[in-house]
């Protein structure tokens, strides 16, 4: 079983910037997509951006595309996710999570979370106005 740990998370005002990563254990990192989810208070569970296997492909929600940025390093077993423009409604707990099935190279929607079967115990993301 993987295993991921968020790190990054904090409090900026709006309109800053956080970077948030999640290192993986495991030789198995860099066969499987690796995806961000959020949860607000009292909100469902969103996704926010996936990047294939190999890096080569990207998807992210609407509501941050253009303002974040998802990467990995499969020498350091991390994935990356640079957030910029924060925005108050951002605030949430961020998840990184691992695809459940090896060598996904791309997405035509969104992937839901049941698609992924290794989660880390979440970073606290707080934007301030």
């Known amino acids: 079983q993987v295993q991921l740990v968020e790190s990054g998370g904090g409090l900026v005002q709006a309109g800053g910037s956080l970077r948030l990563s999640c290192a993986a254990s495991?030789?198995?990192?860099?066969?499987?997509?690796m995806g961000w989810f959020r949860q607000a208070p009292g909100k469902e569970r969103d996704f926010v951006a996936a990047i294939s296997f190999s890096g080569a492909s990207t998807y992210y929600a609407d509501s941050v595309n253009g303002r974040f940025n998802i990467s990995r390093d499969n020498a350091k077993n991390t994935v990356y996710l640079q957030m910029n423009s924060l925005k108050p409604e951002d605030t949430a707990v961020y998840y990184c999570a691992k695809d459940s099935r090896p060598y996904r190279s791309g997405w035509s929607t969104p992937p839901p979370d049941k698609g992924f079967d290794s989660w880390g115990q979440g970073t606290q993301v707080t934007v301030s106005s």
């Open positions: 495991g030789r198995t990192f860099s066969s499987y997509a």
